[in-house]
Every structure is written in C-alpha cells, then in structure tokens.
C-alpha cells in the first residue's frame, strides 16, 4: 500500500507536503524549502539516468560539497565532468575529493575579471555574488573577491557538453549569458534554479533568462516534474509567472 500512495504522488503537488508531514511526525524540522529541494534533487537525477550515457560530459555550476558531481560520474563513469566553486575550503575539498575531475576555483559569470562574493559561514549553500541581505538577516556574511569567467572561455569547442546545472543563487542568468556558445553548440540539458526576487538583484528578468536559453539557444523549457511525464513545455508567459517552483529544466527540442 506504501508503494501505491508514494507512486500516486510522486512529482504531483502535494508531494512537497506529505514528504514534510512525514519527517515531521518521526521529529525531523526540516524546513520546508528544504524538503522542496530534496524532491528537485531527486527530479534533476531521474532526468540524468534518462539521457546521459556513459560517455557524457557534464558541468556542475555551484558545485558546493558535490552532490550533483557524484552522480554524474555514477551515470557517465567515461565522461570528462567539470566543477566550478568560488568558496575556498569547498573548492578544496573538490579537489581532493574528485582526482579525475576538472574543478576549477571561479565563480561562473557573463565576463572574465573579479567579483565580490559574499559567504554565508552559517549557510555557505546561500552564498554568491550579490550580499542578499534580506536573504537570512542577521547571519554574519564575509566578503571575498573572486576571479569570474565565462563557460564559454573555460570549455573548448572540441568538447560535447551534454548536461548542464546552475545553482548561483540569483546570478543564473548572468551565467546563462556566459554559457551561450556552448549551449548554442551543444543542445544540452540544463538544470537551473531560478527565483525573480534573486535574479532581479543581478539585472536578469525571467523574460531574459527565457530569451537566451530558448530563443538564442533553441531549448525548451519545463519544470522538471513536467519534463518527467512527457508533458508539454512552457511559454515564455507560464515561465516569467512561475511562483513557488525555483527549479527548470532547459532541454533540446522534441526532448
């Protein structure tokens, strides 16, 4: 019976809420957007079963401790898989943990130079380019400066790029802009988080960020639960007026 019901509402709406209501009841106080990212995890890993051979290449943007990086190299063992963290101890760790990866200490953006990046000691996973500070008042933040790149200056033409995850807390569309080359070449799938609150902060619409991955680029783009049932894409109108779902899937088109 267990089995029935968790089928019955897998990716549905109210799987957000029974998974939180569960925890709950066995004493865990997960927030609940923290619950919501569990299930997008889990959402972005069924679409890398779905379409990534063992050959793939893969781009972790926000790679944070590397749990994206883990499962791109459980589903492309034979693949060249890149990682990109700004945070000095995390990137460390990258390094010494992913030997037969590329990880690189940038923090991905649309133009090559230096930044301020903000780091959030208590929630390193909330740090980035912009202060945010209606994002978690009153945590103390700790400003860096960080080299910036383009994906497209750091990926060679030569390589087939074949999935795609952004998690730069706001700056998405601004590595969007940076990745048009690669993306225009490639057709791949890209995992995005994308809040207009955050993305504002950096001068990106939600109209903008849709122009560039699917007029510039000739993607669709789904939420990923959509994707996943073999439903039908959003219009620019359904993507810009998106609430409460911060996770998208670009994809190729008839994918």
């Given at each position: 019976?267990?089995?029935?019901?968790?089928?019955?509402?897998?990716?549905?709406?109210?799987?957000?809420?029974?998974?939180?209501?569960?925890?709950?009841?066995?004493?865990?106080?997960?927030?609940?957007?923290?619950?919501?990212?569990?299930?997008?995890?889990?959402?972005?890993?069924?679409?890398?079963?779905?379409?990534?051979?063992?050959?793939?290449?893969?781009?972790?943007?926000?790679?944070?401790?590397?749990?994206?990086?883990?499962?791109y190299?459980?589903?492309?063992?034979?693949?060249?898989?890149?990682?990109?963290?700004?945070?000095?101890?995390?990137?460390?760790?990258?390094?010494?943990?992913?030997?037969?990866?590329?990880?690189?200490?940038?923090?991905?953006?649309?133009?090559?130079?230096?930044?301020?990046?903000?780091?959030?000691?208590?929630?390193?996973a909330?740090?980035?380019?912009?202060?945010?500070?209606?994002?978690?008042?009153?945590?103390?933040r700790?400003?860096?400066?960080?080299?910036?790149?383009?994906?497209?200056?750091?990926?060679?033409?030569?390589?087939?790029?074949?999935?795609?995850?952004?998690?730069t807390?706001?700056?998405?569309?601004?590595?969007?802009?940076?990745?048009?080359?690669?993306?225009?070449?490639?057709?791949?799938?890209?995992?995005?988080?994308h809040?207009?609150?955050?993305?504002?902060?950096?001068?990106?619409?939600?109209?903008?960020?849709?122009?560039?991955?699917?007029t510039?680029?000739g993607?669709?783009?789904?939420?990923?639960?959509?994707?996943?049932?073999?439903?039908?894409?959003?219009?620019?109108?359904?993507?810009?007026?998106?609430?409460?779902c911060?996770?998208?899937?670009?994809?190729?088109?008839?994918?």
């Amino acid at each position: 019976m267990k089995s029935i019901i968790k089928a019955m509402i897998k990716d549905g709406k109210v799987e957000s809420y029974a998974r939180w209501l569960v925890k709950r009841s066995r004493g865990l106080r997960m927030p609940f957007n923290l619950v919501k990212d569990e299930i997008y995890d889990r959402q972005a890993f069924e679409v890398m079963e779905r379409v990534l051979k063992p050959e793939s290449c893969c781009v972790d943007i926000g790679c944070h401790k590397g749990q994206f990086l883990d499962e791109y190299i459980r589903c492309s063992p034979n693949g060249t898989h890149y990682a990109f963290e700004p945070i000095p101890y995390l990137y460390g760790q990258l390094v010494e943990n992913y030997k037969s990866s590329r990880v690189f200490n940038y923090a991905l953006s649309d133009k090559s130079g230096e930044a301020s990046f903000f780091i959030l000691p208590d929630k390193p996973a909330l740090s980035g380019l912009n202060e945010r500070e209606s994002i978690q008042k009153g945590l103390p933040r700790e400003k860096i400066m960080v080299r910036t790149e383009r994906l497209d200056e750091v990926i060679t033409p030569d390589v087939k790029i074949d999935y795609i995850k952004v998690d730069t807390e706001g700056a998405e569309g601004l590595v969007i802009a940076g990745t048009l080359d690669t993306s225009k070449r490639n057709k791949p799938f890209v995992v995005l988080e994308h809040g207009e609150g955050s993305s504002l902060l950096f001068g990106m619409t939600p109209g903008g960020i849709y122009d560039m991955l699917v007029t510039q680029c000739g993607l669709n783009i789904s939420l990923l639960a959509v994707w996943l049932s073999n439903k039908s894409s959003m219009i620019k109108h359904e993507f810009s007026s998106q609430r409460g779902c911060w996770y998208f899937l670009a994809h190729p088109l008839g994918n």
